[in-house]
């Protein structure tokens, strides 16, 4: 029996709700110092003086300000996923303020809580200026900014013209609060220096090999000298792909110090000082025939960067690609400079956001031409990505959207607004659809064949809570033709063979693909061994009719095997290794355009007079090609889901106008969805083997499943109530 | 962290005297607020008494004339769940119960309960902003920041906060009172002279004395307790403070109303009572939603909305007018 597609439990999750798997903050080492870092609560000024003799002459080994700290080298440009910085701004360099909560000073001490009391002891005098914040004032000063991850603007056709050509047209604002990542592990760091000027790092990081690239450069320490560890994130969502000023200054510190140095950020400091989605001021435009066919489509997305970086939530990407318009498609992005700190990528950066304004006009679409909105998603799917002019390899739309419906009972529902009802609830139901970016990256992997029968894998790839031990160890078993308990996973470690950032729902595709090409080498070298080697129990017959299972070899025609134990033994060999190697072309240089697809389906409960909107139903159908293990994809779902409740009904992160800071830096004023919030979830899963988009046939899915749930939301909102909310997240107020 | 003592008491008249004497010194219970403020350094006391030890103060009394005595240091669970408060008033098992979590409640105490500082993000942040309660002439940063959780009433230019805890709106519905003991004997202290409104002093939140300890908390006989109900509308469905909270509880003459006691939560520095809507309600049919609307808007006359929570002025009275009803169907 294969195991890729079984529903396996997690390789590790007895370790995890045991307590017994080691995250980064759990781990002690003999001699370790404690550091704290010191930041600013003013968003925009100077430091004019730092007096830490209180600080120093109370329990701190060591104060580290920017008239002590070592200069450090300037990042690199232009930006790169494969050595990226959070931001281009370095901690302690010069006495320049550009956000709240930018470290000022960095204590040291013997326990963290004498670190964090010397803290308190730091005077720091600021001359302060005003902050500039976003909003929709300093929205209308936005500027075209650089390149960064994909081009700026778009334009196929005249969407313009498309637009004006159409029978109905809709044209509206959408926006969307700033949100924090809110990982329950905190980022942590512990660095530690040899001898010989080789640095551990053991470092909350869904991107190991990155983050050795990115303090090689930074620091100027040989990239072969530092070690990065991670085996169990607590947590990633993007917030932890990137290096931030902590990882550098625990870094230094160790270095100064000669001795371990542990750090581990404040709740409100993960608001501060590691990245945030950024909001967005989304307008959209849509015209359509009378059929709903789309004539035109243009949609431009403002958001804000920090004063130093130019970073973009590329928000209109999708509609690049999600419908076709016959007309055309003209996508912007625009940002503005503001007094925080550089956002970052955030589960789903850019689709998630997007998607909210582009399938909310789709509703509204749908409404004012009279068409069912899965009828009117219907009439506009394609085949061909309207952006690349490429075929789709892949694009199980139809399927999700139909299946999806079926499941969902959309049949039954009455279209007219505030026509569902129960008792004296109003009834809602929306939909919305999604198309979700490829990433095909290379990744290296190497797959020891033990004598004893076992196979290690070994892979610098991560665990960020998404099953990457569970599905990894899969993947080998059926390549090998083993058992999945026979597999044991390594990974987490830049002394393993490269892998990419585990980012954009790629591990699977891209990681997984290196590991079966490793499984697949080890088990050749063993067919090899097995028509030429010692004794070897196939002479004469070809590669071709042998086949691999239940830990042995054998040929097709005959009742003949060999395990591995005994092939290996009889070669007197300890183990046999196969180096996986994944090298594939980038997804935009491909003949097909590699994208996921979802149709999902929600269903409200709304009390008109109090306001409040309970989700009570959702159903979600997906296209992420082949799926290795349906428990941790359906997991990955309903976290995805979760994830995006949270963006519908509860996250934001306001800004004080006046102080230019994130308010509510903890989760009690920062809301993410509780038990309570979320009813039964419905995952199905439609899509089909991907040759395109991985070897394995699988396409990403955690990013995805994210997507359009708060479009989803939103429509079954407008359903219930009769009331189009476009500014997330659909609190209270704007309903009742 | 900062630094304390951690100090234990076993009597208490050495622990009010402790009290009496030392401005830094801090009593601390469950200890689910205080120790979230010190984290946060919105309060630094140097010493903590703990009074967990403290003899029969923990006790639930069902009184034979159908009051109640909760011991200070009774736990939030063990009194939302107590057979006769559940049966008696309705109205405090659910502000208990819709309070926190399930560990949290199991930890807290009900004097601390009541003594539970706002949730005003300016006051609790980690960093030392704008506050006239945490730091006495530095400003109000809600004032004119954001402030939509604040108050619509009883708010000055000094401090627009709220106080949090549900189970004080379902006290101040009942008219109970908070027993307090200091070093000349006992006081007690009406529910709705407990808190104070701001004013310009706003880091005095009760009128506690430095060397007074809460009790107990004494529940009257009422007629309308066993209709009551407390109604909590929050953002989040569970593990979350009251954006508006409303406790009612009613005594009927058939569907008419006889007597109502109706308090609010999240509007206002302090529970608020809505004396004026209970005297229009008097009489007013449970049939007529619109009169009832109408009563209770007598109340409202007086509150003024600031930047963010003009909604809270019209959703409170829907919130107030829901909870009326839902108690006068248990009548």
């Given at each position: 029996?294969?195991?890729?597609?079984?529903?396996?439990?997690?390789?590790?999750?007895?370790?995890?709700?045991?307590?017994?798997?080691?995250?980064?903050?759990?781990?002690?080492?003999?001699?370790?110092?404690?550091?704290?870092?010191?930041?600013?609560?003013?968003?925009?000024?100077?430091?004019?003086?730092?007096?830490?003799?209180?600080?120093?002459?109370?329990?701190?080994?060591?104060v580290?300000?920017?008239?002590?700290?070592?200069?450090?080298?300037?990042?690199?440009?232009?930006?790169?996923?494969?050595?990226?910085?959070?931001?281009?701004?370095?901690?302690?360099?010069?006495?320049?303020?550009?956000?709240?909560?930018?470290?000022?000073?960095?204590?040291?001490?013997?326990?963290?809580?004498?670190?964090?009391?010397?803290?308190?002891?730091?005077?720091?005098?600021?001359?302060?200026?005003?902050?500039?914040?976003f909003?929709?004032d300093?929205?209308?000063?936005?500027?075209?900014?650089?390149?960064?991850?994909?081009?700026?603007?778009?334009?196929?056709?005249?969407?313009?013209?498309?637009?004006?050509?159409?029978?109905?047209?809709?044209?509206q604002?959408?926006?969307?609060?700033?949100?924090?990542?809110?990982?329950?592990?905190?980022?942590?760091?512990?660095?530690?220096?040899?001898?010989?000027?080789?640095?551990?790092?053991?470092?909350?990081?869904?991107?190991?090999y990155?983050?050795?690239?990115?303090?090689?450069?930074?620091?100027?320490?040989?990239?072969?000298?530092?070690?990065?560890?991670?085996?169990?994130?607590?947590?990633?969502?993007?917030?932890?792909?990137?290096?931030?000023?902590?990882?550098?200054?625990?870094?230094?510190?160790?270095?100064?110090?000669?001795?371990?140095?542990?750090?581990?950020?404040?709740?409100?400091?993960?608001?501060?000082?590691?990245?945030?989605?950024?909001?967005?001021?989304?307008?959209?435009?849509?015209?359509?025939?009378?059929?709903?066919?789309?004539?035109?489509?243009?949609?431009?997305?403002?958001?804000?960067?920090?004063?130093?970086?130019?970073?973009?939530?590329?928000?209109?990407?999708?509609?690049?690609?999600?419908?076709?318009?016959?007309?055309?498609?003209?996508?912007?992005?625009?940002?503005?400079?503001?007094?925080?700190?550089?956002?970052?990528?955030?589960?789903?950066?850019?689709?998630?956001?997007?998607?909210w304004?582009?399938?909310?006009?789709?509703?509204?679409?749908?409404?004012?031409?009279?068409?069912?909105?899965?009828?009117?998603?219907?009439?506009?799917?394609?085949?061909?990505?309207?952006?690349?002019?490429?075929?789709?390899?892949?694009?199980?739309?139809?399927?999700?959207?139909?299946?999806?419906?079926?499941?969902?009972?959309?049949?039954?529902?009455?279209?007219?607004?505030?026509?569902?009802?129960?008792?004296?609830?109003?009834?809602g139901?929306?939909?919305?659809?999604?198309?979700?970016t490829?990433?095909?990256?290379?990744?290296?992997?190497?797959?020891?064949?033990?004598?004893?029968?076992?196979?290690?894998?070994?892979?610098?790839?991560?665990?960020?809570?998404?099953?990457?031990?569970?599905?990894?160890?899969?993947?080998?078993?059926?390549?090998?033709?083993?058992?999945?308990?026979?597999?044991?996973?390594?990974?987490?470690?830049?002394?393993?063979?490269?892998?990419?950032?585990?980012?954009?729902?790629?591990?699977?595709?891209?990681?997984?693909?290196?590991?079966?090409?490793?499984?697949?080498?080890?088990?050749?070298?063993?067919?090899?061994?097995?028509?030429?080697?010692?004794?070897?129990?196939?002479?004469?017959?070809?590669?071709?009719?042998?086949?691999?299972?239940?830990?042995?070899?054998?040929?097709?025609?005959?009742?003949?095997?060999?395990?591995?134990?005994?092939?290996?033994?009889?070669?007197?060999?300890?183990?046999?290794?196969?180096?996986?190697?994944?090298?594939?072309?980038?997804?935009?240089?491909?003949?097909?355009?590699?994208?996921?697809?979802?149709?999902v389906?929600?269903?409200?409960?709304?009390?008109?007079?109090?306001?409040?909107?309970?989700?009570?139903r959702?159903?979600?159908a997906?296209?992420?090609?082949?799926?290795?293990?349906?428990?941790?994809?359906?997991?990955?779902?309903?976290?995805?889901?979760?994830?995006?409740?949270?963006?519908?009904?509860?996250?934001q992160?306001?800004?004080?106008?006046?102080l230019?800071?994130?308010?509510?830096?903890?989760?009690?004023?920062?809301?993410?969805?509780?038990?309570?919030?979320?009813?039964?979830?419905?995952?199905?899963?439609?899509?089909?083997?991907?040759?395109?988009?991985?070897?394995?046939?699988?396409?990403?899915?955690?990013?995805?499943?994210?997507?359009?749930?708060?479009?989803?939301?939103?429509?079954?909102?407008y359903?219930?109530?009769?009331?189009?909310?476009r500014?997330?997240?659909i609190?209270?107020?704007?309903?009742? | 962290?900062?630094?304390?003592?951690l100090?234990?008491?076993?009597?208490a008249?050495?622990?009010?005297?402790?009290?009496?004497?030392d401005p830094?010194?801090?009593?601390?219970?469950?200890g689910?607020?205080?120790l979230?403020?010190?984290?946060?350094?919105?309060?630094?006391?140097?010493?903590?008494?703990?009074?967990?030890?403290?003899?029969?103060?923990?006790?639930?009394?069902?009184?034979?004339?159908?009051?109640?005595?909760?011991?200070?240091?009774?736990?939030?669970?063990?009194?939302?769940?107590?057979?006769?408060?559940?049966?008696?008033?309705?109205?405090?098992?659910?502000?208990?119960?819709?309070?926190?979590?399930?560990?949290?409640?199991?930890?807290?105490?009900?004097?601390?309960?009541?003594m539970?500082?706002?949730?005003?993000?300016?006051?609790r942040?980690?960093?030392?902003?704008?506050?006239?309660?945490?730091?006495?002439?530095?400003?109000?940063?809600?004032?004119?920041?954001?402030?939509?959780?604040?108050?619509?009433?009883?708010?000055?230019?000094?401090?627009?906060?709220?106080?949090?805890?549900?189970?004080?709106?379902?006290?101040?519905?009942?008219?109970?009172?908070?027993?307090?003991?200091?070093?000349?004997?006992?006081?007690?202290?009406?529910?709705?002279?407990?808190?104070?409104?701001?004013?310009?002093?706003?880091?005095?939140?009760?009128?506690?004395?430095?060397?007074?300890?809460?009790?107990?908390?004494?529940?009257?006989?009422?007629?309308?307790?066993?209709?009551?109900?407390?109604?909590?509308?929050?953002?989040?469905?569970?593990?979350?403070?009251?954006?508006?909270?409303?406790?009612?509880?009613?005594?009927?003459?058939?569907?008419?109303?006889?007597?109502?006691?109706?308090?609010?939560?999240?509007?206002?520095?302090?529970?608020?009572?809505?004396?004026?809507?209970?005297?229009?309600?008097?009489?007013?049919?449970?049939?007529?939603?619109?009169?009832?609307?109408?009563?209770?808007?007598?109340?409202?006359?007086?509150?003024?909305?600031?930047?963010?929570?003009?909604?809270?002025?019209?959703?409170?009275?829907?919130?107030?007018?829901?909870?009326?009803?839902?108690a006068?169907?248990?009548?």
């Amino acid at each position: 029996m294969n195991a890729v597609g079984q529903p396996l439990s997690r390789a590790e999750g007895r370790l995890k709700v045991s307590g017994r798997a080691s995250y980064t903050a759990d781990r002690r080492f003999s001699g370790a110092a404690h550091a704290v870092i010191v930041h600013s609560p003013i968003a925009n000024g100077r430091i004019l003086s730092i007096d830490t003799s209180a600080a120093e002459n109370a329990c701190a080994l060591a104060v580290f300000t920017h008239l002590n700290l070592p200069r450090m080298n300037p990042t690199p440009k232009p930006w790169s996923h494969l050595r990226p910085h959070g931001q281009g701004h370095l901690p302690l360099q010069d006495d320049s303020i550009y956000y709240a909560g930018q470290p000022v000073a960095l204590v040291v001490a013997a326990t963290r809580d004498q670190a964090a009391h010397a803290g308190t002891l730091i005077q720091v005098e600021y001359e302060e200026s005003p902050p500039i914040v976003f909003g929709r004032d300093t929205a209308k000063a936005a500027i075209d900014p650089p390149q960064f991850l994909w081009p700026v603007a778009s334009a196929v056709g005249d969407a313009e013209r498309g637009i004006a050509a159409g029978a109905v047209r809709i044209e509206q604002t959408y926006s969307i609060a700033d949100r924090h990542h809110n990982q329950m592990e905190p980022h942590a760091t512990t660095a530690m220096w040899d001898a010989d000027g080789s640095l551990t790092l053991y470092e909350t990081t869904q991107h190991l090999y990155g983050t050795r690239e990115l303090i090689s450069i930074v620091l100027g320490i040989p990239a072969e000298k530092i070690t990065v560890i991670c085996e169990y994130l607590g947590g990633g969502f993007g917030g932890k792909a990137y290096v931030w000023p902590h990882t550098l200054l625990a870094s230094l510190a160790a270095k100064l110090l000669n001795r371990p140095v542990h750090l581990q950020l404040t709740r409100a400091q993960m608001y501060a000082m590691v990245g945030h989605q950024a909001a967005t001021i989304q307008t959209i435009a849509l015209g359509a025939d009378k059929s709903g066919k789309l004539t035109g489509i243009r949609h431009d997305s403002i958001s804000p960067s920090s004063m130093f970086d130019n970073y973009i939530e590329y928000a209109a990407l999708s509609t690049r690609s999600l419908w076709s318009a016959s007309g055309g498609i003209a996508t912007n992005h625009k940002i503005v400079h503001v007094h925080r700190n550089t956002p970052t990528a955030m589960r789903s950066p850019h689709e998630a956001l997007g998607h909210w304004a582009l399938e909310g006009a789709m509703d509204e679409l749908a409404y004012a031409a009279g068409i069912d909105p899965v009828e009117l998603r219907l009439r506009n799917d394609t085949e061909i990505d309207p952006h690349s002019g490429r075929p789709f390899s892949t694009r199980a739309m139809r399927r999700c959207l139909i299946e999806g419906a079926a499941r969902f009972g959309w049949e039954k529902r009455s279209p007219e607004p505030r026509s569902m009802r129960e008792g004296g609830y109003l009834i809602g139901q929306g939909m919305a659809s999604a198309i979700y970016t490829h990433w095909r990256w290379p990744a290296k992997a190497r797959v020891t064949l033990d004598r004893d029968g076992s196979a290690l894998v070994e892979i610098g790839t991560h665990e960020l809570g998404t099953g990457t031990y569970t599905v990894l160890r899969q993947v080998a078993a059926d390549a090998l033709g083993v058992a999945p308990e026979r597999v044991t996973v390594r990974l987490g470690d830049t002394r393993l063979p490269p892998s990419h950032a585990s980012i954009g729902s790629a591990t699977m595709a891209n990681a997984g693909a290196s590991v079966m090409l490793a499984a697949k080498a080890a088990r050749d070298k063993a067919i090899e061994l097995a028509l030429t080697g010692r004794d070897a129990p196939f002479a004469g017959t070809k590669a071709d009719d042998i086949y691999v299972g239940d830990g042995m070899l054998r040929l097709a025609q005959r009742n003949v095997g060999v395990t591995y134990a005994e092939l290996l033994t009889r070669n007197g060999l300890p183990h046999l290794i196969g180096d996986g190697n994944y090298d594939p072309v980038p997804e935009a240089e491909g003949p097909k355009a590699v994208f996921s697809f979802s149709a999902v389906y929600a269903e409200v409960r709304v009390d008109p007079e109090l306001g409040l909107v309970r989700l009570r139903r959702f159903v979600g159908a997906y296209d992420a090609g082949r799926i290795i293990n349906p428990k941790t994809a359906r997991s990955q779902a309903i976290g995805g889901i979760i994830w995006g409740v949270g963006q519908a009904l509860l996250e934001q992160s306001e800004t004080d106008p006046a102080l230019g800071r994130f308010l509510n830096r903890n989760y009690s004023g920062y809301l993410v969805p509780s038990n309570a919030d979320i009813p039964d979830l419905d995952v199905h899963f439609v899509g089909d083997f991907d040759a395109d988009a991985s070897p394995l046939g699988a396409k990403g899915l955690g990013e995805l499943t994210a997507v359009s749930v708060a479009p989803a939301i939103a429509n079954a909102v407008y359903h219930a109530t009769g009331k189009r909310v476009r500014d997330l997240p659909i609190t209270v107020e704007k309903v009742m | 962290m900062h630094p304390f003592a951690l100090l234990r008491a076993h009597d208490a008249t050495a622990a009010i005297a402790a009290h009496a004497q030392d401005p830094e010194l801090a009593f601390i219970a469950g200890g689910t607020d205080l120790l979230g403020l010190i984290k946060d350094r919105a309060t630094l006391p140097a010493r903590l008494l703990d009074i967990n030890g403290l003899p029969d103060m923990a006790r639930i009394d069902a009184r034979p004339e159908g009051g109640l005595s909760i011991g200070a240091l009774a736990r939030m669970s063990d009194v939302a769940v107590h057979p006769e408060v559940r049966k008696r008033f309705p109205v405090i098992t659910e502000a208990l119960l819709f309070s926190a979590s399930g560990q949290l409640r199991n930890m807290a105490s009900i004097g601390g309960n009541i003594m539970q500082r706002t949730r005003c993000a300016y006051f609790r942040d980690e960093d030392d902003l704008p506050c006239n309660k945490r730091r006495p002439g530095s400003g109000c940063a809600a004032r004119h920041g954001l402030n939509r959780n604040h108050a619509i009433f009883g708010w000055s230019d000094v401090c627009v906060a709220t106080n949090p805890s549900d189970l004080a709106v379902a006290l101040a519905a009942l008219d109970a009172h908070v027993i307090v003991r200091g070093a000349s004997g006992e006081r007690s202290i009406p529910f709705s002279e407990f808190h104070r409104l701001p004013g310009t002093t706003p880091a005095t939140e009760t009128v506690l004395k430095r060397g007074e300890l809460i009790v107990a908390i004494e529940v009257p006989p009422s007629p309308e307790g066993r209709a009551s109900h407390y109604l909590k509308l929050r953002d989040r469905q569970s593990y979350e403070f009251a954006l508006v909270s409303a406790a009612a509880a009613v005594a009927v003459d058939g569907r008419r109303l006889r007597s109502v006691r109706l308090a609010l939560g999240g509007v206002a520095p302090k529970p608020w009572r809505l004396t004026a809507a209970e005297a229009a309600l008097s009489g007013v049919s449970l049939d007529d939603p619109g009169a009832l609307a109408r009563a209770i808007a007598a109340s409202f006359g007086d509150a003024r909305p600031l930047a963010h929570n003009a909604f809270k002025i019209e959703l409170a009275q829907r919130v107030a007018l829901r909870a009326l009803q839902i108690a006068g169907e248990r009548a």
